[in-house]
């Protein structure tokens, strides 16, 4: 398992890809990679076995508890140490101060972001479409957290060249941040323009004090044998971004 580098001793961030070693066979060709959604309509035990797959992968770094989300492009998020959850929690950010927790996301275009606090004490994950980032799930999150995030890592997304939007997405950005403007640019067809969620991304965290960011240079859409991409295949799998402290 590949992780990324920079981030405190201790903290390990990371995103699963379309292939793994124990990928179980699907009789649906479009979910045959190791897909991590229940919503999806996979078989349900074999999501559940990549989920466990997965597990194991995380257990040499001693995690014991993994939660997952039923993400709803909100800007809701919930805090989760101890306590145990029994079915899963409706929101798209997650906050931890626990260690050994693993906090996943899920993804197939939309930004994945971690933050993490300046000595690893405090990780955060959260799933950012461009709803979310207008709405403010960036800000929300880092508002849950109990210290200021200086790190964060921007998992694999759709780029701005395969990304059209409507004149209503533009609107919702710029009338909250006039200086993004450019992030987008003008489409082929009249009120269409291209948005770049990356550079969205790193305005919001750098009008929120995160200074150091990381990634930011993928994409979902054309790296078809790294990732899984909804606007490439309506339907498909997803993959997970995760962050754990050890």
């Known amino acids: 398992m590949q992780f990324v580098e920079g ?23 479009e979910l045959s990679g190791f897909n991590l959604a229940l919503h999806v309509n996979d078989d349900a035990e074999r999501v559940q076995q990549h989920r466990m797959a997965l597990l ?18 909100s800007t809701i998020c919930h805090t989760i140490n101890e306590q145990m959850t029994f079915a899963a929690l409706i929101g798209d950010g997650l906050v931890t101060q626990r260690q050994k927790h693993a906090l996943m996301m899920m993804t197939a275009d939309c930004l994945p972001v971690v933050l993490v606090n300046v000595d690893g004490s405090e990780v955060a994950n959260l799933h950012a479409g461009w709803r979310g980032l207008a709405n403010g799930i960036i800000e929300n999150t880092i508002a849950e957290m109990q210290t200021q995030p200086v790190f964060a890592w921007l998992g694999a997304a759709i780029s701005q060249d395969c990304f059209e939007i409507g004149e209503e997405v533009k609107a919702a950005f710029c009338s909250k941040y006039p200086e993004l403007d450019c992030a987008f640019k003008a489409g082929e067809k009249q009120g269409k323009h291209y948005a770049d969620l990356y550079a969205i991304a790193r305005y919001i965290l750098k009008q ?4 150091t960011v990381f ?3 993928q994409c979902s ?18 993959m997970a971004t995760f962050v754990f402290m050890a």
């Open 208 to 211: 929120h004090g995160v200074t």
């Open 221 to 238: 859409f054309t790296q078809q044998d790294e990732y899984f991409s909804y606007r490439r295949e309506a339907k498909t799998g997803r």
């Open 7 to 29: 981030f405190p001793q201790g903290v390990y961030v990371g995103q699963t890809r379309v292939h793994h070693e124990q990928i179980q066979p699907s009789k649906q060709p």
């Open 215 to 217: 990634g930011g240079d």
């Open 56 to 73: 194991n992968d995380f257990k040499p770094y001693g995690v014991d508890k993994i939660t997952w989300m039923t993400q709803t492009h």
